[in-house]
């Protein structure tokens, strides 16, 4: 079937701006979610000459997005796929591809001097940042872009007229202690996160930041240093390990997969299990040892799960053989790129995407976590955020209208465009119970795995006593319920709480704005109050705990009346906002109490 062009869809463009397409030099950065579509849409705008760099290839995953490709591509080079599968519906269309990173430093600024436009698709900061500073050198426009989920963003760069892609700071990524990281992971991202400081220690540029080994300065640690190195002389011994750094102890050994193994996953782990007040409260971690393992038969290890192999868990014997086949690949590696040379971690090299795979799975084994698929893996380390087909689309679409924009000398035109969802299809946006401590302490969060380490705790654990008071978001329906809590002594038997006050089932419906009125972002004159700060007006619940703890002299004897008062005081700062409303009507009207034993 013949592709319509975009002359065919919304008639013929100006002959100076067609001309300008069909002369002008374009750049693409990156093939893929938005890579494809922007290909797409150029040459059938009218784009003639284009080159596209991308070094990764197709992987499965890839396919119910990146329509370009399909399953037998899988393996092969995006960039030159793509090429090939443009040039299917326009053959009239001049395409190069490079199979290459585009931080190589063939691709200098001489390079980029090439093309009039620079188009980013790419899903990385470093890669953004290198474009950036290459365009800025060279004086070329760029169109930076990006996606998450149902959220997208255009902007136009261009040096002297415009900001640059890092004049903003950017958010960072999501951090975690490195005490938890080092001796006490709970959940799998913390022991993918080792794997992944791992790899740079053993293969890439050392970071003291990423170090993996165990953390004796850990202040929940309050253990005895000289006992504990006197327990742990063993360890030490039969690995004929020193405490030295973990590249510099690889490299002694040759990077041997044998002594590398014992070391992370049996000697590091007994020194950590000399750490004794660690593991009191805790379930300890089983060290694992290579010789062992290798007597388990075969048989005995099977994949869990159906389907594509990237899906699949294997077993420790399983994860135990790919450690050491990626370590062999990666020392190879190395080995070809002559001394002092450092790999780079990218989630789309398979030996560095194993390596961290089997590592971080076989530390999940060893702290008695449920082992994960490599695609689950990939995901987490490559801080994948599911990728919306028709985001990449639109955001595909705003890229060429900004280019159009470029080409026919209306800079003055060009905007940044951010693309915003309200979609009811994937609620983004989670029930959180939080403790108003001004921290802002999350105790409950409907996010998977977020608060899962808070499930076997007891309120006490978080300070929370009588007088204590939380706030529950719903963001979904844009509703706030704030809850007191009281002890009390009066609970009927085997009653752990009761709740006082009608709370309503539902969020009220949000005011319908007044007529005539705008609401326009940032017009505070026409902007209506929010649901959710009329629901924390309106709801307040008293929560009455029952404990074997002393209530505190101030709050004892507290009844509904008494905290109404307290509350009042405690929320100074919307007195004024309130006072009128509590003034005109009984406290017992509005108050929830929720009574626990």
């Known amino acids: 079937t013949e592709v319509p062009t975009m002359a065919q869809l919304v008639g013929p463009l100006r002959k100076e701006l067609a001309d300008s397409l069909f002369s002008c030099r374009v750049l693409v950065v990156g093939a893929g979610g938005i890579g494809c579509e922007l290909l797409k849409n150029l040459v059938l705008t009218g784009f003639k000459n284009i080159e596209v760099i991308d070094l990764d290839t197709i992987d499965v995953s890839n396919l119910n997005r990146q329509f370009l490709f399909q399953k037998k591509h899988v393996g092969k080079s995006k960039a030159q796929v793509a090429k090939e599968s443009v040039l299917r519906f326009c053959p009239s269309a001049n395409i190069t591809a490079y199979h290459d990173s585009i931080m190589n430093p063939d691709y200098n600024v001489e390079f980029f001097r090439n093309f009039q436009l620079v188009m980013n698709a790419l899903d990385n900061r470093a890669a953004r940042n290198h474009v950036n500073r290459m365009c800025l050198a060279a004086d070329i426009p760029l169109i930076e872009s990006g996606t998450a989920g149902y959220l997208g963003q255009v902007t136009v760069i261009k040096k002297g007229q415009t900001e640059c892609y890092e004049c903003q700071p950017k958010p960072t990524q999501k951090t975690f202690p490195g005490c938890t990281i080092r001796n006490t992971p709970s959940e799998p991202i913390h022991c993918i996160v080792w794997a992944k400081y791992l790899f740079n220690q053993l293969f890439g540029e050392e970071d003291a930041d990423q170090e993996v080994s165990p953390d004796t300065a850990d202040p929940e640690a309050a253990w005895n ?31 041997d997969p044998v002594k590398l193994f014992n070391k992370l996953f049996k000697d590091d782990i007994m020194y950590l299990l000399t750490m004794d007040k660690l593991w009191k409260k805790r379930k300890a971690p089983l060290p694992l040892d290579w010789t062992e393992i290798q007597q388990i038969e075969s048989s005995q290890e099977e994949a869990c799960g159906t389907g594509l192999k990237d899906q699949q868990v294997l077993g420790v014997q399983g994860y135990t053989q790919l450690f050491r086949r990626s370590v062999e690949t990666l020392r190879s590696q190395l080995i070809e790129k002559g001394e002092g040379a450092e790999l780079v971690w990218d989630k789309d090299d398979p030996p560095a995407m194993d390596f961290v795979t089997a590592a971080a799975n076989l530390r999940m084994n060893v702290f008695s976590m449920n082992m994960k698929s490599r695609f689950d893996v990939k995901s987490m380390a490559g801080n994948i955020i599911p990728a919306i087909a028709t985001t990449n689309a639109v955001i595909a679409g705003l890229i060429v209208l900004e280019a159009l924009k470029i080409l026919n000398s209306d800079f003055d035109q060009c ?12 609620c983004t946006r989670p029930l959180y119970v939080q403790i108003e401590d001004g921290k802002g302490t999350i105790l409950i969060s ?27 978001d719903d963001f979904l329906q844009d509703y706030t319920l704030l809850v007191n809590v009281i002890h009390s002594e009066e609970l009927e038997k085997d009653v752990e709480f009761e709740v006082v006050g009608d709370a ?23 902007a209506q109050p929010s649901t959710s700060s009329k629901a924390a007006a309106e709801d307040d619940d008293v929560l009455i705990i029952d404990s074997d703890e002393e209530p505190s002299s101030s709050t004892m004897e507290a009844s509904p009346e008494s905290s109404n008062r307290k509350r009042k005081h405690h929320d100074a700062d919307d007195a004024a906002s309130k006072r009128k409303r509590l003034d005109q009507q009984p406290a017992d009207d509005d108050e929830d109490i929720i009574a626990l034993d």
């Open 225 to 255: 240093p000289a006992d504990a190195a006197a327990r742990a002389t063993a360890s030490d011994q039969d690995g004929d390990i020193k405490r030295v750094s973990t590249k510099e102890w690889a490299r002694s050994t040759g990077y």
């Open 415 to 426: 905007r940044t465009v951010s693309l915003r969802s309200q979609s009811n299809l994937m």
């Open 446 to 472: 409907s996010e998977e795995g977020e608060t899962e380490a808070n499930n076997n705790k007891f309120l006490s654990d978080f300070g929370i006593r009588n007088g204590s008071r939380l706030q529950a």
């Open 504 to 526: 309503p089932d539902k969020a009220p419906a949000p005011s319908a704005p007044e007529e005539g009125k705008n609401i326009a972002n940032g017009n505070k004159d026409s």
